[in-house]
């Protein structure tokens, strides 16, 4: 299980909630899956090319804006569910997840 302040990914159930929440986050498969990276490098910066490559693959036709609007569904999800982490958005480089700071 990994957490980010009051978010918790289980990676084998493929299941998202908020610490002590029975309800799972409702999120797609490749929601699920760009927050798994962001969660796995908690604090770190993940590239945007990293995240085009292990969702999409090579072989799929992508808008340049494809992970920015994935980025920002999950980054909704997270909102209305009430989770104090964050998505980050470092300019010209990728995204990263940290908690909330107070």
């Known amino acids: 299980t990994l957490r980010t302040g009051n978010l918790e990914l289980d990676a084998l159930a493929r299941e998202a909630r908020i610490t002590g929440d029975p ?6 498969g490749r929601e699920f899956s760009v927050l798994e990276h ?11 090319e ?6 999409y693959g090579g072989g799929e036709d992508l808008s340049s804006n ?3 609007v994935l980025i920002h569904r999950v980054r909704k999800k997270l909102t209305d569910m009430g989770t104090d982490a964050e998505i980050h958005t470092v ?3 990728g995204y990263m997840i940290t908690p909330k700071s107070a």
Do not use: D, F, T, Y
């Open 50 to 55: 990293l995240i085009e490559q292990s969702l």
């Open 91 to 93: 300019r010209g480089v």
């Open 23 to 28: 309800e799972a986050i409702p999120l797609s």
């Open 38 to 48: 962001l969660m796995r490098q908690s604090g770190k910066v993940v590239p945007k």
């Open 66 to 68: 494809s992970v920015e």
